[in-house]
């Protein structure tokens, strides 16, 4: 039974949304500051790596080590790109959007960490099944760009099979694979990846935020 896990947020709203009730302590690792939460029989190191593939690979990483975890997850938000139903998801499916090879008719993709060479490979970091889950399920696409261009999105969405897009799962997912770890990952919808993006992530940021949190809480319960 899983009773260790390493749970990762790119913004500090996400993380503190995540059962702030059930605090036991605090740590602090090279910068990363960690909350102890203890749910269930679990328990839950929570930290805030900051936005980006770095910053998240770095600290589920380092996290994951430290704390002896058996479970990667991640929880917050992400845009949509898709036309999915719903406004929080279990992410089974990871893919990277900017991760490839710049050809003279476009850019081809590739499944993060593998050679960029000869025929794209779409394949995705699969997450951990979670048959206890009643979420949608969505393919998220991350990369290091907050997608504000419509068009950009539908292209993704298209190429990459993706309904969601963020800046961080990808990269924990690809960590979690090098460190034999299973992962898991719920996001909840601030946005729809165009030129509203940046207000309306910033409108909805504490509301799906707390709901990514809530569906996680649960889900950590019943693992």
């Known amino acids: 039974m899983i009773t260790r896990i390493a749970l990762i947020t790119g913004v500090q709203e996400e993380a503190d949304a995540f059962a702030p009730d059930a605090t036991t302590g ?8 960690v909350r102890h939460v203890s749910l269930g029989r679990r328990t839950v190191v929570v930290t805030c790596s900051g936005v980006g593939k770095v910053n998240a690979a770095t600290a589920a990483t380092l996290i994951a080590h430290l704390h002896d975890t058996q479970l990667l997850m991640i929880i917050g938000t992400a845009g949509k790109i898709g036309d999915h139903s719903g406004d929080c998801f279990y992410i089974h499916e990871a ?10 008719h476009g850019f081809a993709h590739y499944r993060g960490g593998s050679w960029p060479i000869g025929p794209a490979d779409t394949t995705p970091f699969r997450a951990m099944e979670a048959p206890h889950c009643d979420l949608p399920r969505a393919r998220i696409a991350t990369g290091d760009a907050f997608i504000e261009c419509p068009a950009h999105a ?11 897009v963020d800046m961080e799962t990808a990269a924990v997912a690809q960590a979690a694979e090098r460190l034999g770890l299973p992962w898991m990952a719920i ?17 909805n940021l504490a509301r ?7 569906a996680a809480e649960t889900l950590i319960i019943e693992v």
């Open 154 to 164: 539908r292209d993704m969405a298209a190429q990459l099979g993706a309904t969601l």
């Open 208 to 214: 799906a935020a707390r709901r990514a949190a809530e």
């Open 26 to 33: 605090h740590s602090t690792h090279a910068g990363f500051n």
């Open 95 to 104: 893919v990277q959007n900017d991760y490839g090879a710049r050809r003279p």
């Open 187 to 203: 996001k909840a919808t601030t946005d729809d990846a165009n030129g509203e993006s940046a207000g309306d992530f910033s409108a």
